[in-house]
C-alpha cells in the first residue's frame, strides 16, 4: 500500500477541527489506493502560545490525548527540502508585504511548505488564498476538508453536528452559513 498524501491545515484549521473530530491528526482515512494523512508545521505551538485570545478560546489544546495526537501529526520535512521551504517563505512573504496582505509569518511559513512539498494546504483565510492562488498552492476550506472526510467515512453525521454546534458556540464559524452548509451536507436539519 501506497503512503498517505499529506494535506496541511493551518493553525485556524486545526483549531476549528481538532476538538470535535478527535483524534484528528493520527488516524488516516479515505480508500486504499487514496489514502490521506493531515498534518501541523511545528510552529503551531508557538503561534497557539503567543496569543492569549486563542488560548482561551481553545483551552483543550494542553489537555494531554490532544497534545499527543498532535504529535503524531507534525508533519515531518526532508532535510534537504528545508532549505527551499526558507527560501520559499522569504518570497512569499515579500510577495504579501508588496500586496498589503495580513498574512503572518507562520502563515506565510505553512504555505512555503504546501509549495515546497506540493501539499494542499487547509485555510479559510483570504490573504492567506490570495497568496496560494497567486504561487498556485493548492488550497481547500475547512468545509471541503470537512465534506471530503464525511464522503471518506472519517466525519459522521454526530461529528459534523457536533462540530457546526461547537464552531457557532464560540462564534468562529469559517463562514456565515457554515452550520446550513454542514446540516445540507449531512441531509439534516
Partial sequence: MSSPATILLDTNAYLRLGYSLHPLLAKHFGSKGNRLKLRLTGSFLSEYSRSPRIQN?????????????????????????KPQIKRASNYLWQFRMDQGLTASR???????????LDIVVVTDDK????????????????F??????????RATPENIKALAGYLEYIKDTPSITFKEDCLALIGGS
Avoid: T
Avoid at 106 to 116: E, S
Avoid at 127 to 142: A, L, P, R, S
Avoid at 144 to 153: A, G, I, N, P, V
Fill in 57 to 81: 478560546k481553545f483551552p483543550w489544546v494542553n489537555q494531554p490525548e490532544y497534545i499527543n495526537d498532535r504529535k503524531k501529526g507534525r508533519l515531518r520535512v526532508p532535510e534537504a527540502s
Fill in 106 to 116: 507562520v502563515d506565510v511559513n505553512i504555505l512555503a511548505h504546501g509549495y515546497v
Fill in 127 to 142: 490573504d492567506m488564498k490570495v497568496v496560494g492562488e497567486e504561487f498556485e498552492i493548492q488550497i481547500m476550506g475547512v
Fill in 144 to 153: 471541503d476538508l470537512l465534506k471530503l472526510m464525511f464522503e471518506c467515512d
